[in-house]
């Protein structure tokens, strides 16, 4: 299907004709994409989810089928609700990698925290971005730290966070004991043979973090997600 490349907001319809199998089959057998998969903690993502079910009055975040969140311990909701969720992301873009040689990048939201520059230098070359060049992506992440972000928030009056920022004080009132049952070394490997079980790749939760790319090449179609 071919569709002239117009701005949504400037093209004279109202609509896109779209094909929902040419998009998904794109995933699984159009070298020219590329995509990033930026994963964080399993455990830690799992744990402002679960205080926010726990918190929720409405039926549809408060219950799990006829039985309300806040009946079920952080143990279950991890293991029979957030890791197979987990589970099922990381192991749709590990085949998209294996079917599709080099179009997909995976790495560790920790990789990046770590080595920001180095990490998001690779991912724009992945993308085909390479027109960054090292003193650009240098002042982009200098800009990006908390001290600026906040300085120019308090300028314009508003937030630049968004969900993230909803996201971290979700996590911040999660309970003691939560926090600490999701510390447990145990539960951690018990959490991580799951999801070895599962067909997740063990190594992209190995320490010190790691971003794991695979073969570039040309593309026309780039996405990038969150996890």
Not at 85 to 101: D, E, I, L
């Amino acid at each position: 299907m071919n569709y002239a490349h117009v701005p949504v907001d400037l093209a004279p319809h109202a609509f896109i004709p779209v094909s929902v199998g040419d998009v998904d089959a794109a995933a699984w057998n159009d070298a020219r994409q590329r995509m990033v998969l930026v994963y964080g903690d399993p455990i830690e993502k799992a744990l402002p989810s679960f205080n926010l079910r726990q918190s929720q009055v409405r039926p549809v975040y408060g219950r799990s089928g006829e039985r309300p969140a806040a009946d079920r311990s952080f143990d279950e909701y991890l293991f029979k609700h957030s890791l197979p969720a987990y589970a099922k992301m990381m192991v749709s873009y590990q085949a998209m990698a294996r079917s599709v040689p080099g179009a997909v990048q995976i790495v560790s939201e920790d990789a990046l925290r770590a080595e920001p520059v180095r990490i998001l230098s690779s991912v724009l070359g992945h993308l085909n971005l390479d027109r960054w060049k090292s003193p650009l992506i240098d002042a982009v992440v200098n800009l990006a730290r908390r001290e600026h972000i906040v300085a120019i928030e308090r300028e314009l009056g508003r937030s630049l966070m968004g969900s993230r920022r909803s996201r971290k004080i979700a996590a911040s009132s999660v309970s003691e004991p939560v926090v600490r049952a999701a510390r447990d070394p145990g539960l951690r490997r018990k959490a991580l043979t799951l999801l070895a079980s599962m067909g997740v790749n063990p190594t992209y939760f190995e320490v010190p973090p790691v971003a794991v790319p695979l073969e570039a090449g040309a593309a026309t179609r780039r996405s990038v997600y969150s996890a």
